[in-house]
């Protein structure tokens, strides 16, 4: 006797076993195929792999998708963190003015999560799929234009679909000019930073990279390769990668961190080597939580514009156009 196979048949697997696309699929099983020009050999052949496969067509989905389903999904990629957070809270609030009803899934930066989840959105016969710091972007956008769906970068820009974006170089040299300063203040010169926190293949990172050099250039300092530590956000990465950095035996140096997540972990590193109160170098991160002034002394934050951002994503929504461009929305220091 087998063992019956419990796991729900999609059309995503539909297509991969009779070679076809996802939206031809879906165009055979809703009855639209005729109008594809899709021949009815294949229609036919497709129509009985969907049934040996016990795959049951949802009449209420395929009349949703016909009317409009007022559903619209979002991937993220944190729920711990406060900026994705407000994203989330903000997200909800907006559509739900608008009628449509969210679904918000969290896809831990696993890039085969993000994939997995979108297929699972679309699915639910959502209209628009919103990719909020997502690390495949453009291959989303390819799943979600095989489904007829729009789809959306948030975060983190792609080249397929439209983003909407902070403006991380300013954001970063403007938070890097602020740190120096403070370590005039502190030490009575200004001195090359050490950055920590954040991913080489990341846009976001890139461009905070790009501000924090370009600001050091302008302060007439250079940046060593050895004051870069980028191997990753979360805290243990961070305080495993700072176990290479050798800190001035006075303590003058100060600290550009790449999201409070990061900052967790170096608060962690500064509080072993017992640099906490005033012995804690100046830093500045590139994040916003209002808790984090109890974390420490002398620590001065960049604050992203949840609130501009998504009425940037909701304004190409509420028209429509989902033609490609980047809209980049200034983050203000804090």
Known sequence: MHARNTKKITIYDLAELTGVSASAVSAILNGTWKKRRISAKLAEKVTQI?????????????????????????????????????????????????????????????????????????????????????????????????????????????????????????????????????????????????????????????????GFRDAHQEAGLVVCAKSIFIDGYSPKHVQETLTAFTPPENGVYGLFVNSTISLEGVVQWLAARGQTGERQPPMGCFDWDPFVPLLGHDIDMVRQDVPAMLEAVFSIIDSGDAKIQCIEIPPTLS
Not at 63 to 80: H, N, T
Not at 85 to 111: D, Q, Y
Not at 127 to 152: N, P
């Open 50 to 210: 969907a049934q040996e496969q016990g795959y049951a067509v949802n009449r209420q989905a395929s009349l949703l998708r016909k009317e409009k389903s007022r559903v619209i999904g979002m991937i993220v990629p944190k729920y711990d963190n406060r900026y994705f957070g407000s994203i989330v809270e903000k997200f909800e609030e907006m559509a739900r003015e608008r009628g449509l009803f969210p679904i918000i899934t969290c896809t831990r930066r696993n890039p085969d999560l993000e994939l997995d989840a979108v297929r699972t959105l679309l699915s639910w016969q959502v209209e628009w799929v919103i990719a909020t710091g997502a690390t495949r972007a453009d291959e989303i956008s390819k799943l979600c234009t095989q489904a007829g769906v729009h789809t959306l970068n948030l975060d983190l820009p792609g080249t397929l679909a439209p983003s909407v974006i902070s403006d991380n170089y300013d954001g970063a040299k403007l938070l890097t000019e602020r740190i120096l300063i403070n370590t005039q203040k502190r030490f009575g010169k200004k001195i090359p930073l050490t950055f920590v926190g954040g991913r080489r293949n990341d846009h976001n990172t890139r461009e905070r990279l790009r």
